[in-house]
C-alpha cells in the first residue's frame, strides 16, 4: 500500500503565484523525497530531506518536514508555465526486511499563463 | 551523461506473446527496480535488485520476471502478457535502495 498521501489530488494557480503541496505518511522514515514527472515522462528527483532535517531548499523549492505530525509540504516560489507536471512524495520504510521507496499518488500541478 | 535506458518506449502487442522490456544504467548503480504507473493507483513496485544475481519481489510481482546477470541491465520479462498488465512501465536506479533514484523515460506496454 501506498505511505505517502498527497494533498492536494491538483492544483491549479496562476504564473508568478506560489503553490504548496502536501503529503502525509504512517510509520517512522528516514527520509522523504519529492519527484516531479511531466506528462508521460520518468520521474525527476528534486529534493531529499532526512528525519533529522525539518527545512530544506533547492533553487525555488522548499521543503519541510514535520516529524510529529508525519507530514511534509514542498513550496514552489514565483511558478513558471515549466513546473506543470505530477509531483509526488516518496518515504522509505522497511517491508519484510527491506529498505524501499514508496510512492503516493502525487499532486496535479497546473501553472496557467 | 548520466541516464537509464528503457526499450521500447512504446509496445503494442497480443495476449501470450512473451515479451522483454530492457533497462540498462551507466551510474554503476547497485540497487535497481522496476515499477508500473496506473491511473488512481500511483506507482507500485514491480520487483527490486540489490546488486547482480539478487532480486526481490516488490508490491505487484505477479506475472513478471527479472534478471540482473549484469550491474548494469535489469531487464523485465512478461512471460505470458495478459490486458490487466498493460501499464506506463519505469526503471529505476540508486546508489541505494532508499536514495534519489534515477529514473528511464518509462515504456507504454498495451496488451490486446
Known amino acids: 500500500s501506498q505511505q505517502g498521501e498527497e494533498d492536494p489530488q491538483a492544483l491549479s494557480i496562476q504564473e508568478g503565484e506560489n503553490a504548496t503541496m502536501n503529503c502525509s505518511y504512517k510509520t517512522s522514515i528516514n527520509n522523504l523525497q519529492w519527484y516531479r514527472q511531466n506528462s508521460g515522462r520518468g520521474l525527476v528527483h528534486l529534493i531529499l530531506i532526512r528525519s533529522n532535517e525539518r527545512e530544506k531548499h533547492s533553487g525555488r523549492l522548499r521543503v519541510t518536514l514535520d516529524t510529529s505530525k508525519k507530514s511534509s509540504s514542498l513550496l514552489i516560489t514565483a511558478s513558471r508555465a515549466a513546473d506543470t507536471a505530477s509531483y509526488f512524495c516518496a518515504t522509505d520504510r522497511v517491508i519484510q526486511g527491506a529498505q524501499k521507496l514508496v510512492f503516493g499518488q502525487g499532486t496535479r500541478l497546473t501553472i496557467n499563463p | 551523461e548520466a541516464q537509464v535506458t528503457q526499450n521500447p518506449r512504446y509496445l503494442i502487442t497480443v495476449t501470450g506473446k512473451k515479451l522483454t522490456v530492457t533497462c540498462s544504467q551507466n551510474?554503476?548503480?547497485?540497487?535497481m527496480s522496476w515499477y508500473r504507473q496506473d491511473p488512481g493507483l500511483g506507482l507500485r513496485q514491480i520487483y527490486y535488485?540489490?546488486?547482480?544475481?539478487?532480486?526481490d519481489k516488490g508490491d505487484v510481482p505477479e506475472g513478471y520476471k527479472v534478471s540482473r546477470k549484469e550491474k548494469r541491465n535489469f531487464p523485465l520479462i512478461l512471460e505470458s502478457p495478459s490486458p490487466n498488465q498493460t501499464s506506463l512501465y519505469f526503471c529505476?536506479?540508486?546508489?541505494?535502495?532508499?536514495?534519489?533514484?534515477?529514473f528511464g523515460d518509462g515504456t507504454r506496454l498495451s496488451i490486446l
Open positions: 529505476a536506479s540508486s546508489e541505494q535502495g532508499r536514495g534519489p533514484q534515477h
Open positions: 551510474m554503476n548503480h547497485e540497487y
Open positions: 535488485s540489490m546488486n547482480v544475481e539478487v532480486t
